[in-house]
């Protein structure tokens, strides 16, 4: 099945509107843990998106508002999920209900079956070799048991938040000598990941959105649906295949070129060569150490229909 989105299709999004007194920068609390998710509030609009690549060609769109997380999600909140030390749901859901995960009888996250930071860290450093499904299914933990809607973000809103306005190359402009006062990338990241918000922010106060990990979005790659979307507004192309999935940003294995705003890459089966499990886990992605993700909360939460279309694609 293939959905693709578009202004057609956007009434469905207008479901629960907050007022703008709302529409502010706040930190979501994890009950009962002592950790917080920064969220900072991007205002809609229409941008250039994309750099005349030959799968990015430029286009006009148009994006809602919505929540962005400062910060990409770390593992010290990723682990809360795959451990499942928080399950309670709060009294804005159904008394009782429980996020269903259920993947292959397995009723939750699976643990790790090796150590998945590859001795990188983990305190304060961004969590990687999730899948695109775990990472989608972690918003709809999250948003069980804070009662505000969470998800991956769609390429058009990730490349929005990222640019900020700028046509560059970069969210601070043009010139790649300037990199790595933003970004962990190969040329300074003495192959390794680092502590996430170590690199100065986007105008925005957005940090890593060059390098350190890529990070999922919700979207299918694809050239063909890419092409001819101008004057859409929230646009995006999903499907139920496993690959290819479009990573935003670049990382710190990646060189300049690959961090650029308007860059797209894209998922492989390659990701799980090595994973023991037959069939291949749905939950870990044994050879991506540079895949992570950060979250969204659109201004307006939409109907049921929606948000289970974004958590189980």
């Given at each position: 099945?293939?959905?693709?989105?578009?202004?057609?299709?956007?009434?469905?999004?207008?479901?629960?509107?907050?007022?703008?007194?709302?529409?502010?920068?706040?930190?979501?609390?994890?009950?009962?843990?002592?950790?917080?998710?920064?969220?900072?509030?991007?205002?809609?609009?229409?941008?250039?998106?994309?750099?005349?690549?030959?799968?990015?060609?430029?286009?006009?769109?148009?994006?809602?508002?919505?929540?962005?997380?400062?910060?990409?999600?770390?593992?010290?909140v990723y682990t809360l999920f795959v451990e499942r030390n928080i399950d309670e749901s709060p009294s804005s859901f159904k008394?009782?209900?429980?996020?269903?995960?259920?993947?292959?009888?397995?009723?939750?996250?699976?643990?790790?079956?090796?150590?998945?930071?590859?001795?990188?860290?983990?305190?304060?450093?961004?969590a990687i070799n999730m899948t695109q499904f775990a990472a989608s299914?972690?918003?709809?933990?999250?948003?069980?048991?804070?009662?505000?809607?969470?998800?991956?973000?769609?390429?058009?809103?990730?490349?929005?938040?990222?640019?900020?306005?700028?046509?560059s190359d970069y969210h601070f402009g043009d010139d790649s000598s300037q990199l790595g006062e933003y970004a962990w990338y190969s040329d300074n990241s003495n192959g390794s990941y680092h502590k996430i918000g170590t690199k100065k922010p986007?105008?925005?106060?957005?940090?890593?959105?060059?390098?350190n990990v890529s990070e999922w979005t919700i979207d299918t790659y694809s050239v063909d649906k890419y092409k001819n979307r101008n004057t859409l507004k929230n646009p995006f192309?999903?499907?139920k295949n496993k690959y290819p999935k479009v990573i935003r940003g670049g990382s710190w294995n990646d060189d300049a070129t690959r961090l650029k705003s308007s860059r797209r890459d894209l998922s492989t089966k390659e990701l799980q060569k090595r994973d023991p499990q037959i069939p291949k886990s749905k939950?870990?992605?044994?050879?991506?150490?540079?895949?992570?993700?950060?979250?969204v909360r659109p201004l307006s939460t939409p109907e049921d229909d929606v948000k289970n279309l974004f958590w189980n694609y």
């Open positions: 099945m293939k959905i693709i989105f578009s202004s057609s299709l956007f009434f469905l999004l207008l479901y629960s509107p907050f007022s703008l007194n709302d529409f502010v920068t706040y930190s979501q609390p994890l009950p009962s843990s002592t950790l917080v998710i920064d969220m900072i509030p991007v205002n809609g609009g229409k941008f250039i998106m994309g750099d005349n690549s030959f799968d990015a060609l430029k286009h006009e769109i148009e994006v809602s508002s919505f929540w962005i997380s400062t910060y990409e999600i770390s593992w010290d008394k009782g209900s429980e996020v269903f995960i259920d993947v292959d009888g397995v009723s939750s996250a699976t643990t790790p079956y090796m150590e998945m930071s590859f001795g990188m860290g983990t305190n304060g450093y961004p299914k972690f918003c709809e933990w999250l948003s069980s048991i804070t009662g505000n809607y969470y998800r991956l973000p769609t390429e058009a809103e990730w490349e929005y938040a990222c640019k900020v306005g700028s046509n986007n105008v925005l106060g957005l940090y890593d959105m060059h390098g192309y999903i499907t939950w870990w992605n044994t050879d991506a150490p540079y895949i992570g993700f950060r979250i």
